[in-house]
């Protein structure tokens, strides 16, 4: 959705306090610096939801490549099926977008609250390399201990 009509349909989206995944990533060298982000304050997906407060806000696809979300999608219980972390608060947001991930070939780890959404932020263990190298568009299986072990291991 790239028009003026695809922008106020997500913003009454956000309106309707529905449940909206948040595929944000923060860098500053492109979307200029933002206090809250550089002092760590907040995760950007609590950023976001203080613009959309009645929303529920799950962060998730944040750290997958776009090419690589298409090419490693596998039915459930394939054995190469990979995995994808997701973050929020509220426990029927986070059924909704797993419903939605499993059935678009992904399984889910579940990160934790939105606060810890830094866990799966730009430049952490689990954003993007897990699933290989960007000029791989094929990309790399990644399962659910791989993704619970880089969650893990990510510092602020
Ligand atoms: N591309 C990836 O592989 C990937 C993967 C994971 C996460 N992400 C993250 O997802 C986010 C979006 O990336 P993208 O690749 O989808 O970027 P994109 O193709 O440039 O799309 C950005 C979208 O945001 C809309 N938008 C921009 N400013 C807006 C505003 N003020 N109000 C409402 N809508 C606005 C644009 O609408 P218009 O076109 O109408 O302006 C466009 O549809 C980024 O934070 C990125 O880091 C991207």
């Keep these: 959705m790239t028009s003026a009509v695809g922008r106020r349909a997500r913003r009454r989206h956000c309106r ?7 595929t944000c990533n923060y860098g500053p060298e492109r979307d200029g610096h933002i206090p809250e982000l550089d002092s760590k ?17 799950v962060k ?8 690589h979300l298409l090419s490693l999608a ?31 070939g992904y399984g889910v780890v ?25 000029s791989n568009e094929k990309g790399r299986p990644v399962d659910a201990d791989a993704i619970r072990a880089a969650l893990a291991t990510a510092t602020r």
């Design 60 to 67: 998730a696809f944040n750290n997958i490549f776009f090419k």
């Design 74 to 104: 596998r039915p459930a219980g394939a054995a190469d099926r990979s995995y994808l972390p997701i973050a929020g608060d509220s426990a029927p947001a986070k059924a909704a977008v797993t419903e939605f991930i499993e059935s678009i």
């Design 41 to 57: 304050s907040l995760t950007s997906s609590e950023l976001l939801l203080r613009y959309i407060p009645d929303a529920m806000v």
């Design 110 to 134: 579940d990160a934790g609250p939105l606060a810890d959404g830094w866990r799966q932020a730009t430049g952490t263990p689990v954003w993007g390399t897990p699933y290989g190298p960007f």
């Design 16 to 22: 309707d306090g529905r449940r909206n995944p948040g």
